[in-house]
């Protein structure tokens, strides 16, 4: 979000108006939150939640057993003491292996069309769970990489900050001298608001007046993940993504409907054990885990929806690089949290890994299963700015081993 684009989600929070159906109030009642963990570049699952011990497909790592029904890979200790609180849907099978196009796919449930710009989950989510008493953004991304608000405008736009709470390409020191400044261009602006000169002005105050507030906010403390104890940092993990991780507990904390966390590094198309083994699924391990742990342990898991995915997988066949290649057609997403069933997996792939051979599911099922553990209506229909009506979740079904 650079700062024009910054400045226009805080107008969208100023001037933006929504007439709330019956269910939606009850939903700003119940405090419900989702969190996005984001592996930007395609994670090969079969190598974490669906390893295939001895076959050609396989690899080197090995299954162990967790706290839930389900075996994961033995790169994955800790979090396989937290498998209670998740569900692995093995039989994801989509069509998109193309990043750009996937990306865009898994974030909303719709392929990429010229004539429109679908909203993303965390846009959706956020405008469905909106808190009138929260001061910061509904949406929170920790290191970007997501898609936009589309037609649901500003309002709903990702706020990105990195993973120390620092708003990107916005650099303001909140000080005395910011409060001076802010009093004195206020005077200012009232006095040529009196004047009567048009409304121009007047939509400009209301603008810096929200962009004011945010800064200013309690709520802004969330993100600062430097204050919380070193025991603490140490177990989510010293890293980007750990501390995105204990950033989206905290913004769970103070009310934020939706959090994106993001872990790139994916595209593993050579060396792809040992980077996975060495990098990627100790630092990925590390802070998962930590994140169950404490919403468990706060008592906030049962009314937040935890998801975990790609935009696709890896090629079950290991290329000549050592690595494994875009695929789409078999592979897993994880969820968990929001009263959704744990332990389990759901669906199954044959034995290499090369097919899903139970009911496949799509974005759009694993979307419509979060709305229904967060309690909105599948029925919740939006009007794009083309005039077309637009069905939460893209008519997705609900993956009813979850519930």
């Known amino acids: 979000m650079k700062r024009r684009e910054f400045l226009s989600s805080l107008a969208g929070v100023a001037t933006l108006t929504h007439s709330l159906t019956a269910n939606e109030e009850e939903l700003k009642k ?16 079969m190598d974490i939640w669906d390893l295939k011990p001895g076959a050609a497909t396989g690899g080197p790592f090995r299954p162990i057993n967790t706290s839930g029904d389900a075996q994961i890979c033995e790169h994955m200790p800790l979090m396989a003491k937290q498998m209670h609180n998740a569900a692995i ?11 750009m196009r996937g990306r865009y796919y898994m974030h909303t449930g719709y392929v990429p069309n010229p004539n429109i710009e679908h909203p993303s989950y965390g846009s959706v989510l956020s405008h469905q769970l909106q808190r009138d008493n929260l001061t910061i953004p509904q ?5 970007g990489g997501g898609a936009g608000a589309g037609f649901l405008g500003a309002k ?12 990107r390409n916005l650099n303001m020191k909140i000080d005395e001298r910011f ?18 000169r048009g409304s121009l002005a007047k939509e400009h105050q209301a603008i810096l007046k929200a962009t004011f507030n945010v800064l200013t906010s309690k709520e802004m403390d969330a993100m600062k993940v430097v204050s919380e104890p070193e025991e603490i940092k140490e177990r989510y993990g010293n890293n980007n993504f750990g501390k995105g991780c204990l950033m989206a507990r905290r913004l769970v904390e103070v009310g934020v409907p939706f959090i994106e966390v993001n872990l790139g590094g994916w595209d593993n198309h050579q060396n792809i054990h040992p980077t996975l083994r060495d990098t990627k699924l100790p630092m990925l391990d590390q802070g998962m885990s930590a994140l ?19 935009e696709f997988s890896r090629t079950p066949r290991i290329n000549g690089n050592a690595g494994r290649d875009h695929w789409a057609r078999s592979w897993s997403v994880v969820v968990g949290g929001g009263g959704m069933n744990g332990g389990i997996a759901v669906g199954a792939t044959n034995e290499d890994g090369t097919r899903v051979e139970t009911e496949p599911y799509t974005s759009q099922d694993v979307m419509a ?27 997705g079904r609900i993956i009813t081993e979850l519930f």
């Not at 949406?139 to 290191?143: I, L, R």
């Not at 709903?156 to 708003?167: E, K, L, Q």
């Not at 909105?376 to 083309?386: A, D, G, P």
């Open 30 to 45: 119940n405090g419900k939150s989702a969190i996005l963990l984001w592996m930007g570049g395609g994670p090969s699952t």
């Open 89 to 99: 849907i093995r039989s994801m099978s989509t069509r998109e292996a193309d990043h």
């Open 139 to 143: 949406f929170v991304s920790v290191g």
């Open 156 to 167: 709903y736009a990702p706020f990105v900050v990195n993973s120390d709470g620092r708003i």
């Open 179 to 196: 409060y001076q400044r802010a009093y004195a261009l206020d005077a200012i602006e009232n006095n040529f608001i009196s004047q009567k």
């Open 292 to 310: 169950f742990e404490d919403l468990e342990q706060r008592g906030l898991l049962k009314d937040t929806a935890i998801i975990w995915m790609g």
């Open 369 to 395: 299963s979060v709305c229904k553990a967060l309690g909105i209506s599948l029925q919740t229909t939006f009007t794009s700015n083309n005039g077309r009506p637009m069905k939460i979740a893209n008519g």
